[in-house]
């Protein structure tokens, strides 16, 4: 059980459709849902009398890794993901069934590149929470600090899911299929 997310994590085993779902529900939605909440409270607090020095570059830094991640995961929902389902429940490589992009490497390749340009955010978002002073030993910047380490844990596990389990296993999958001697019979 992930403690962050409260979500079953599938056994290494189960299906990538399992997988997809499970990291839609802890990782996507999680973000989704959590993201803003944790934006409007800094937002709220950088308007404090006491709003900690460096506050304003915490904020921008969220902002970027905000919209990297928005656009990420819209392309893993709208393409990446479902062509591993399909994949797996046709049991017919994505050469084969005639769906744009033709193949999971190249949308893998660009998911992967991606990741590292997250990882290189999370860890400026460590720098910036370093470089940030609180004026008071407030109650307020102890929740946001531990809400802030607990967005980017959420993102890490995310990112590690897919990079050493759902994407290894969909590229396997796919050179399996093809390699299948029945695939023209
Ligand atoms: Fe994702
Ligand atoms: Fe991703």
Known sequence: MCKKCEAIVPDLHASLEDWTVHI?????????????LLLHTLQKLKNRDDCPIGLEKILNTLMVLKEDLDTHMAK?????????????????PPQDLSVMPGTVVGPIHCMEGEHETT??????????L?????VSASHAWSSVVRAISELAQ??????DKEN???????????????ADPRRFS
Not at 130 to 134: A, E
């Open 76 to 92: 893993e929902e709208r393409v990446l993901f479902p062509l591993i389902r399909l994949m797996e429940v046709t049991n017919r």
């Open 24 to 36: 839609l529900t802890a990782h996507h939605d999680w973000l989704y849902r959590e993201f803003p």
């Open 119 to 128: 990882l290189e955010i999370l860890n400026q978002l460590g720098e910036d």
């Open 154 to 159: 959420n993102i890490r596990e995310h990112i």
């Open 130 to 134: 370093k470089n940030c002073t609180p």
């Open 164 to 178: 050493t389990i759902l994407f290894p296993r969909a590229r396997q999958l796919e050179e399996k299929l093809l």
